[in-house]
């Protein structure tokens, strides 16, 4: 992951993943720019890093990203899929698949499900095969960021799904990643990896696209 500030630091960690193994980038904008800039950025990336796979996470506008970004987009992640535990739990996840049709958009769609900072899910299973429909690749995390997932909570959520994809996104580190690669398909990785909030550290990520097998 790329916390982006702008445009020569997003362009310059995205070259230190490409660099070091990653299977791709998603960018990220924590306030420090707007979701608009952000979509400018992800455009000009893949222009300068035509081999490179590039996702987007527009945190200030959430799944309303879909409706903003380029229909040949790579890959959208969105922290909150609204996969919930209440009376009619797929709702808006059915709303944002309407709007994907819609918009024929063809990416591949991260929804964060039990994840870090949302509403506390007590049947993790349950929640993740709702999920199923809607959501491409079945995102979730530790309790914060930087934090470790629960082993417990990542086993039993792939058990529910079986062979439909799972991510991490949060608390991944190259000396740790092991024991989560049994039971999970994909790791968006950032604090693990990072000299700072905002730059990743060559030799960690590389360190983790070695313990990945890349």
């Given at each position: ?60 506008v ?9 229909t ?25 698949l ?13 929804g ?29 995390s ?66 983790l ?6």
């Amino acid at each position: 992951m790329v916390h982006v500030e702008g445009g020569r630091q997003a362009l310059r960690n995205a070259k230190i993943a490409l660099q070091g193994g990653a299977d791709g980038v998603f960018l990220i904008n924590h306030g420090e720019v707007a979701y608009h800039s952000l979509i400018e950025i992800y455009q000009m990336i893949r222009e300068n890093l035509p081999s490179l796979w590039v996702g987007i996470n527009c945190l200030d506008v959430g799944t309303a990203a879909i409706i903003y970004i380029p229909t040949n987009t790579a890959g959208l992640w969105v922290d909150n899929a609204y996969i919930s535990e209440g009376e009619n739990p797929t709702f808006r996840a059915k709303q944002f698949l309407n709007l994907r049709k819609d918009r024929n958009w063809q990416g591949l769609y991260f929804g964060g499900v039990a994840f870090k900072y949302q509403k506390e899910v007590v049947d993790v299973a349950k929640v993740a095969r709702l999920a199923m429909p809607f959501v491409d690749v079945i995102t979730t995390s530790g309790l914060g960021t930087g934090q470790p997932a629960d082993i417990g909570k990542i086993r039993t959520m792939k058990d529910a799904i079986g062979d439909h994809p799972l991510a991490i996104a949060s608390g991944v580190t190259p000396e740790n990643v092991s024991q989560y690669m049994p039971h999970a398909d994909c790791f968006l990785v950032a604090t693990g990896i990072s000299t700072s909030h905002t730059e990743l550290d060559p030799q960690r990520v590389r360190a983790l696209t070695q313990a990945l097998g890349n």
